[in-house]
């Protein structure tokens, strides 16, 4: 048997069994969660990176469809070299999550929406708003049936700039 049928018999094993196990995704039901990571911007004179925290809860309808509402803080940015203000932001977003089960315990999902976004400077009483889409995706791999890690990376459009999110994060469904 040549490498290439090998490798070929050898994959179509793993998708076979990888089926067999059922896909029982996420059950329907409350969930929450919260996460951390590295909020990234790259725009003109900001070239920084942070750590980020964030917040949500989601109600999933099936296994395929759910929405979910969180929080993100973004942290501090600060400009190349020393032109300009520090920026601190943060958003809420509410999202629609489409899950695609890959087994029982392992699936990705990838989800679009919108978030109510703040930049405040370091110069006092100068801040700004305003609401812009926000879009992701991840991989979820569900310890228990109550217990998730999400890996998850998100974008989120501030103007005409974007803060990316990069962050594990767990799920607690009830």
């Known amino acids: 048997m040549s490498k290439r049928n090998l490798l070929s018999s050898s994959l179509l094993a793993v998708a076979l069994g990888a089926a ?5 995704a996420a059950e329907p039901g409350f969930y ?11 725009d003109g004179a900001l070239d920084d990176e942070d750590t980020a925290f964030s917040a949500f809860a989601g109600y999933q309808f099936n296994r395929y469809f759910g929405l979910e509402a969180g929080y993100a803080d973004f942290g501090k940015t600060e400009p190349l ?63 228990t049936d109550a217990l998730s890690l999400r890996g998850e ?5 501030i103007d005409d700039s974007e803060i990316d999110l990069a962050q594990l994060q767990l799920r607690f469904g009830f």
């Open 20 to 24: 067999a196990f059922g896909a029982q």
């Open 32 to 42: 929450i969660g919260a996460g951390a990571g590295q909020a990234m911007i790259d």
């Open 81 to 143: 070299g020393s032109a300009g203000p520090e920026l601190e932001a943060d958003a809420a977003y509410l999202v629609a999550v489409g899950s695609v089960p890959f087994t029982d315990r392992f699936s990705g999902y990838a989800k679009a929406g919108y978030s109510d976004w703040s930049v405040d400077t370091s110069i006092a009483g100068v801040s700004d708003d305003g609401n812009d889409p926000t879009y992701g995706v991840g991989l979820e791999y569900a310890f």
């Open 153 to 157: 990376y998100s974008r989120f459009e």
